[in-house]
Nanobody, 119 residues
């Protein structure tokens, strides 16, 4: 099973930047999709961005042009660069990995990292 550990959260002023990192316990070369999700208080968890093993990316409309997802296979890491942060980006951010074992698809979640954007 893949274990994920996020880091890089914190408190930042509106307009600032943060870089989140997610380190996998196993090689990410075999992970089909890596993604970042977020959950604000009182709201459902929502997709922020995903990246496939082939490098294809997908972003929520609310973060397009501001956030960039990337993966570093050599370091087994998935990063989320967040620029031009807004107070509405405040949430706990979770890393997710979707991977196959045989014919079965599994997914793993990290413990989350808090991002707080002050106005």
């Amino acid at each position: 099973q893949v274990q994920l550990v996020e880091s890089g959260g914190g408190l930042v002023q509106a307009g600032g930047s943060l870089r989140l990192s997610c380190v996998s316990s196993k090689s990410i070369e075999s992970i089909a999709v890596l993604g970042w999700y977020r959950q604000a208080p009182g709201k459902q968890r929502e997709l922020v961005a995903t990246i496939t093993s082939g490098g294809g990316t997908n972003y929520a409309d609310s973060v397009k042009g501001r956030f960039t997802i990337s993966r570093d296979n050599a370091k087994n890491t998935c990063n989320l660069q967040m620029n031009s942060l807004k107070p509405e980006d405040t949430a706990v951010y979770y890393c997710n990995a979707a991977y196959y074992i045989g014919y079965f698809l599994y997914d793993s979640w990290g413990q989350g990292t808090q991002v707080t954007v002050s106005s």
